[in-house]
């Protein structure tokens, strides 16, 4: 690859939101790290897939090292991966709370960490979260606690982690999204969904993808969420 192809590490790759990334930033011509618990290896050469449990560091150190191995930099790190359970709070169990601060909060840590000490060194790079507009709005429907405090933790993170590394050509931003049709949301639920969201609508996931691509070019942005949640952070 050219040394001045971009290169973006995306988690939670494997399908929906995360295999459309894949794509639209192989549009673009940037080289791919694509990493999820269970992901095909691929025929293009400028994808790598790299198999694991984003909750283990090994799984971030690999495809940190791996993608410096292959393409010799790291631009941009979407972290996607995450897990939504939403049940009444004393019905979470603590199987449920060890699974989803794992996705959420421990495997954010850990490969933001390393990709961020790497995109110091260069002097250049962009972090994007996915959060949740249920941390901005409550929703008695949809009862969440565990992905308010997970994603909420996210969003606090990303301005903290805008201004820390601001000075060092670094942005961190987070997209918001409202209820997306992806795999986690059965057809059948559909109608039921769309009514949650002031434009009467679920999300498609070419309206997060095209969020996450504005932020990518916007290189005066940092430290924004971005809502994508048909006007749930507005109202009701």
């Known amino acids: 690859m050219s040394s001045e192809q971009k290169v973006a590490v995306i988690t939670g790759a494997s399908q929906g939101m995360g295999a459309a990334l894949v794509k639209a930033y192989r549009d673009r011509d940037y080289g791919v790290v694509a990493t999820a618990r269970s992901i095909n290896p691929t025929s293009d050469d400028q994808i790598l897939a790299v198999p694991g449990d984003i909750t283990d560091r090994k799984t971030a150190e690999r495809a940190i090292s791996e993608s410096l191995a292959r393409f010799g930099r790291i631009d941009t790190l979407i972290n996607n991966a995450g897990i939504f359970i939403a049940k009444p709070f004393t019905q979470y169990t603590e199987a449920d709370y060890a699974t989803v601060v794992g996705v959420n909060l421990t ?57 820390e590394y601001a000075k060092a050509g670094i942005r961190v931003n987070a997209v918001s999204p409202g209820i997306i049709k992806t795999p986690m949301n059965p057809v059948e639920t559909h109608a039921q969904l769309a009514k949650l969201h002031p434009l009467g609508r679920m999300g498609e996931i070419s309206d997060v993808v095209d969020a996450i691509l504005y932020l990518e070019s916007a290189s005066f942005v940092t430290g924004e969420t971005v809502h994508v949640d048909g006007g749930q952070s507005a109202g009701h």
Do not use: N, W
Not at 121 to 137: F, K, M, P
Not at 140 to 145: D, G, H, L, M, N
């Open 107 to 163: 495997g954010f840590f850990h490969i933001t960490q390393l990709a961020i000490a790497e995109m110091e060194r260069r002097h250049s790079g962009h972090v994007v979260q996915i959060t949740t507009s249920l941390v901005e709005h409550a929703d008695s429907r949809v009862p969440s606690v565990l992905a308010s405090l997970t994603k909420g933790g996210l969003s606090a993170a990303t301005k903290s982690l805008a201004i």
